[in-house]
């Protein structure tokens, strides 16, 4: 399933060129493919900038960028986002636990599509 989930999401029309992996990059490109994102992007951005300071470390900073541009990655094409979108929905309101392993599993191979597509 993931390596379908893969093909599918590089041939699908993508609505931006992947961004790089700098703040002010994914914050713009999450302005274009899903702006409802962007106070949650902030917000983490400052917990892991603050995080970052206590430790005295910049993996919190880098952690955030992966994580965000994993995001923008998923949410680049617009019927990779919808699945993962449903998926995550349908997995909270499946009535059993192997309902929801299946829904899991779906949004989970998208996740890690896009996961191997940023460190291309």
Do not use: C, W
């Amino acid at each position: 399933m993931e390596d379908a989930l893969s093909t599918a999401a590089h041939h699908a029309e993508e609505l931006i060129p992947r961004p790089s992996k700098s703040p002010a990059a994914l914050k713009a490109a999450l302005a274009v493919v899903a702006p409802n994102l962007l106070p949650k992007m902030q917000d983490n951005l400052e917990k892991a900038f603050n995080r970052a300071a206590e430790l005295d470390s910049l993996t919190p900073v880098h952690a955030f960028l992966v994580h965000r541009a994993t995001i923008v990655e998923i949410e680049r094409f617009p019927e990779t986002a919808r699945t993962y979108h449903r998926s995550l929905y349908l997995a909270q309101q499946a009535e059993t636990p192997e309902e929801a392993r299946e829904h899991l599993a779906v949004s989970g191979g998208i996740l890690r599509a896009a996961t191997a597509a940023i460190q291309e």
